[in-house]
């Protein structure tokens, strides 16, 4: 996608091209992840956009300068780098590739990237996660950072409203600066500039799904969390009026599925207003949009949250449920998550119509390939929860565990490509790394069942939603990794291999080697996953013409206010379960009595 702004009549020009990529990462074999339609939209690239876009319209650069924008998410796009290079450079052009909203395991490849064009002589700039975690943690850049700076590539940390100007700027003089580091100072984000795809891109993701943040910052401290040390803790929200304007905006283009990508949007001090303004354009305006959520376990705690979220086209909802043994939830800092709630919060998403998924991460301190299969099997019997998304508790850069085992000087693989949560990246107390790796591929077909399943179905059907839903998504959770051997957050629809774009450090591979293989691949994938979907539709048809699947019922779904009362086999699994719910107990009993009661988890602790 290529946008122009044209300068005043009469004034000579100059060309400013900017070019946007956020980079994909190598799968096991060394071959970049590409889809003909991605999954999951890039909100770092929306924002990029955005701002870029309006630095262009404002003439930010001078009434000489035409500013030219190009963006391209490579997770559905494979880039003409030679050709983008090509028009950076041409006479009288000043251009600058921005590497967007880069994650430790696309770093490798952002660099790969950067190294083609800077041969070529491009000035090149890298933001993300991955910058921005790192230096907000470790006390000097990690070598990979220090190899970009030596290449020419200037870093990037922190948020680029009110600061990508001076970026600009900089590269129009040909004068990048090696650091951009703002993390300091994280801008307010009423009236900001709002996220923004053309209709051209958000044409390349699964069902037209556009994305923006309606806020940033989470209060609470889990560990492994990279989010409070890049954006805060501090909860920092754009206004109604931002949002009904970013929705209306889009709708003229034909979009009106979003994925709202606050990290916890229950604690987004704005919720209820944006909601209320949800609700108002559907409701007296005729404004249909559909949006999927994160949020915490305690989200169902906020008077009318759920049943506003519904009502503003909440379609489906991210929990960080994370884990059901409170030993763990210790070991991660996720005080907030109490297992005495979840069989309400849950209950209380499928009464409003949404479909829920939940992270699950494997290899938490008192994990074994026993406990965890045990573990994800109560899951099954006693949580209403739809969907499952697995990982693997990765050290990410820019967390609290990073920071510790670099600190300690524990062994942490070096290769950032791995740090995708689906690789082990370090070591276990109780669990080599194969075990550990092995039990994260054996996790999903423990959980996904046909068994499981068909009750998921019948259990949506008891609540009055289709079960179709649910097969769409095992579709997208479960076959991403059984069939395509990715995490759903990295799958798409059909996946491009290109023999060329491998990782340089791997060979490339004979045409008689690659392209046998490649079909083989291909109808291996798409022929097991087509027949398992087929088996899985009739399920769904049987469950669906069932009469007696509207009344089905089990414990998951039995109805349930306090459940600190019930007879529950997660309320057993150790001293510290138990523990929990003579807690939830006392509290209850203090509640009802007006007796001071132990005090709940803040969950505004750092306001």
């Known amino acids: 996608m290529t946008l122009a702004a044209e300068p005043a009549a009469g004034i000579a020009k100059r060309t400013f091209r900017v070019v946007l990529i956020k980079p994909s990462h190598y799968d096991d074999d060394g071959y970049v992840i590409q889809w003909w339609?991605?999954?999951?939209?890039?909100?770092?690239?929306?924002?990029?956009?955005?701002?870029?876009?309006?630095?262009?319209?404002?003439?930010?650069?001078?009434?000489?300068?035409?500013?030219?924008?190009?963006?391209?998410?490579?997770?559905?796009?494979?880039?003409?780098?030679?050709?983008?290079?090509?028009?950076?450079?041409?006479?009288?052009?000043?251009?600058?590739?921005?590497?967007?909203?880069?994650?430790?395991?696309?770093?490798?490849?952002?660099?790969?990237?950067?190294?083609?064009?800077?041969?070529?002589?491009?000035?090149?700039?890298?933001?993300g996660f991955h910058v921005s975690g790192c230096l907000s943690m470790l006390p000097e850049p990690p070598a990979d950072?220090?190899?970009?700076?030596?290449?020419?590539?200037?870093?990037?940390?922190?948020?680029?409203?009110?600061?990508?100007?001076?970026?600009?700027?900089?590269?129009?003089?040909?004068?990048?600066?090696?650091?951009?580091?703002?993390?300091?100072?994280?801008?307010?984000?009423?009236?900001?500039?709002?996220p923004f795809l053309p209709a051209e891109l958000v044409q390349k993701y699964d069902g037209v799904i556009s994305s923006f943040d309606a806020g940033r910052g989470c209060p609470f401290q889990c560990s492994f969390c990279t989010i409070i040390n890049v954006q805060g803790r501090k909860s920092?929200?754009?206004?109604?009026?931002?949002?009904?304007?970013?929705?209306?905006?889009?709708?003229?283009?034909?979009?009106?599925?979003?994925?709202?990508?606050?990290?916890?949007?229950?604690?987004?001090?704005?919720?209820?207003?944006?909601?209320?303004?949800?609700?108002?354009?559907?409701?007296?305006?005729?404004?249909?949009?559909?949006?999927?959520?994160?949020?915490?376990?305690?989200?169902?705690?906020?008077?009318?949250?759920?049943?506003?979220?519904?009502?503003?086209?909440?379609?489906?909802?991210?929990?960080?449920?994370?884990?059901?043994?409170?030993?763990?939830?210790?070991?991660?800092?996720?005080?907030?998550?109490?297992?005495?709630?979840?069989?309400?919060?849950?209950?209380?998403w499928k009464e409003a119509g949404v479909i829920t998924y939940a992270g699950y991460i494997l290899g938490l301190p008192g994990d074994t390939p026993e406990t965890i299969k045990r573990d994800i099997e109560i899951v099954q019997r006693e949580i209403?929860?739809?969907?499952?998304?697995?990982?693997?508790?990765?050290?990410?850069?820019?967390?609290?565990?990073?920071?510790?085992?670099?600190?300690?000087?524990?062994?942490?693989?070096?290769?950032?490509?791995?740090?995708?949560?689906?690789?082990?990246?370090?070591?276990?107390?109780?669990?080599?790394?194969?075990?550990?790796?092995?039990?994260?591929?054996?996790?999903?077909?423990?959980?996904?069942?046909?068994?499981?399943?068909?009750?998921?179905?019948?259990?949506?059907?008891r609540y009055g939603i289709k079960p179709v839903r649910i097969w769409h998504g095992v579709l997208q959770i479960y076959c991403a990794m059984r069939y395509e051997g990715v995490h759903p957050q990295q799958c798409g629809y059909f996946r491009y291999k290109l023999r060329s774009q491998r990782r340089p450090s791997l060979p490339r591979e004979s045409i008689l080697a690659f392209y046998p293989k490649r079909a083989w691949e291909i109808l291996a994938t798409y022929g097991g996953m087509g027949l398992y979907l087929w088996r899985i539709h009739r399920i769904r048809k049987r469950i669906q013409k069932d009469p007696a699947s509207r009344s089905y019922t089990d414990l998951a779904i039995t109805h349930v206010e306090d459940a600190e009362g019930e007879d529950l086999e997660m309320f057993e699994l150790n001293d510290a379960s138990r523990a929990a719910v003579e807690k939830a107990k006392r509290q209850a009993a203090g509640r009802k009595g007006n007796a001071p009661a132990e005090a709940e988890v803040p969950v505004e602790a750092a306001e």
């Open 37 to 127: 339609k991605a999954w999951i939209p890039s909100n770092s690239l929306a924002s990029l956009y955005a701002l870029a876009r309006d630095l262009g319209e404002k003439r930010a650069l001078g009434d000489d300068v035409e500013m030219v924008i190009e963006a391209y998410d490579e997770m559905n796009t494979v880039l003409p780098i030679a050709r983008i290079a090509d028009r950076l450079l041409a006479e009288g052009n000043v251009g600058l590739v921005c590497l967007t909203g880069v994650q430790s395991n696309q770093f490798p490849r952002a660099m790969d990237l950067a190294r083609q064009f800077r041969e070529r002589g491009v000035q090149v700039a890298v933001g």
């Open 145 to 194: 950072l220090k190899e970009a700076m030596a290449l020419g590539v200037s870093i990037f940390a922190g948020e680029a409203e009110h600061r990508l100007d001076e970026v600009f700027a900089d590269a129009l003089k040909g004068e990048l600066k090696p650091v951009y580091n703002y993390l300091s100072d994280l801008p307010a984000l009423q009236q900001a500039i709002t």
């Open 236 to 348: 920092r929200w754009r206004d109604a009026d931002d949002i009904e304007r970013l929705v209306r905006q889009n709708r003229e283009q034909g979009i009106w599925r979003f994925f709202i990508t606050d990290d916890n949007f229950a604690r987004n001090k704005n919720w209820e207003a944006i909601f209320d303004r949800l609700i108002e354009l559907k409701e007296r305006d005729g404004l249909e949009v559909r949006f999927l959520i994160q949020v915490d376990t305690l989200c169902h705690k906020s008077p009318g949250f759920v049943e506003k979220a519904a009502r503003a086209g909440c379609t489906h909802v991210f929990i960080g449920l994370e884990n059901i043994n409170p030993d763990n939830l210790v070991a991660m800092k996720k005080n907030q998550n109490r297992i005495t709630e979840y069989r309400r919060m849950f209950q209380m």
């Open 384 to 461: 209403p929860v739809d969907l499952l998304e697995f990982t693997i508790l990765t050290p990410l850069p820019g967390s609290e565990d990073h920071q510790r085992l670099t600190r300690e000087g524990i062994w942490m693989d070096p290769d950032m490509n791995k740090y995708d949560l689906e690789h082990v990246t370090t070591e276990h107390p109780k669990m080599s790394r194969e075990v550990w790796q092995q039990t994260y591929r054996e996790v999903w077909r423990w959980y996904y069942t046909d068994e499981h399943v068909a009750r998921m179905m019948r259990r949506n059907v």
